[in-house]
């Protein structure tokens, strides 16, 4: 495509500015998106992270499922950190019996898997599609994925201690996920390489 895609952060709740900041580090053009008339002009979206029923009861009552869904199945790349991947995907254990979410992506979730605020914590894991290096990656009440359908790319598990081989990083299509907040850190890779999902579908 020519010139910079624009990749809106929906702004119900969480690290909105954070996220865009990254994304505009990387080369995108990107700002909060709080209407309709704002999503309209996305070329992609990033669900941030926050706390998943809160998100789902906003969007609902602010009526943005049907226009996400829609823009989903049309194709829109999506990005989804934390309570976002809870967002995206198709089952979510662990959640009020009448949460929605936006789906597409084929996996099951359980939602604060990791803990309270209180089991918060940080480590390294490795990201193949991002190189050789080591990804910090921090986790806030986060979510982890129990199961992946037969087209979703498992990008990257924790590799040590108690909680080794669980997935933490998803792709499906143009749909991408993580358990944690990459906005977080200085490290903006995971930003590049949805920017460049988006760059290959627009």
């Not at 990033?46 to 009861?57: D, I, K, L, Y």
Request: glycine residues 10%.
């Amino acid at each position: 495509m020519s010139g910079a895609p624009f990749v809106g952060v929906l702004a119900l709740q969480g690290d909105v500015r954070e996220h865009v900041e990254a994304l505009e580090t990387v080369g995108a053009r990107s700002g909060a998106v709080r209407t309709l008339e704002e999503f309209r002009g996305c070329d992609a979206v990033v669900v941030p992270g926050g706390e998943s029923t809160t998100m789902s009861r906003l969007a609902l009552i602010d009526g943005w499922f049907e226009p996400l869904r829609e823009a989903r199945s049309a194709g829109m790349p999506m990005f989804g950190t934390c309570a976002g991947m809870i967002m995206l995907a198709d089952q979510v254990l662990d959640a009020r019996p009448d949460q929605e979410t936006i789906g597409g992506l084929d996996v099951v979730v359980r939602r604060n898997a990791f803990g309270r605020q209180v089991d918060s914590f940080e480590t390294d894991i490795s990201v193949p599609v991002l190189g050789a290096e080591a990804f910090h990656a921090v986790f806030i009440r986060a979510p982890w994925v129990e199961s992946v359908g037969s087209g979703v790319e498992v990008l990257a598990e924790i590799s040590d201690g108690d909680r080794a081989g669980t997935i933490v990083a998803i792709r499906h299509g143009g749909l991408l996920a993580t358990s944690f907040h990459p906005e977080l850190t200085s490290d903006v890779r995971f930003h590049r390489y949805f920017v460049d999902m988006v760059r290959e579908t627009v």
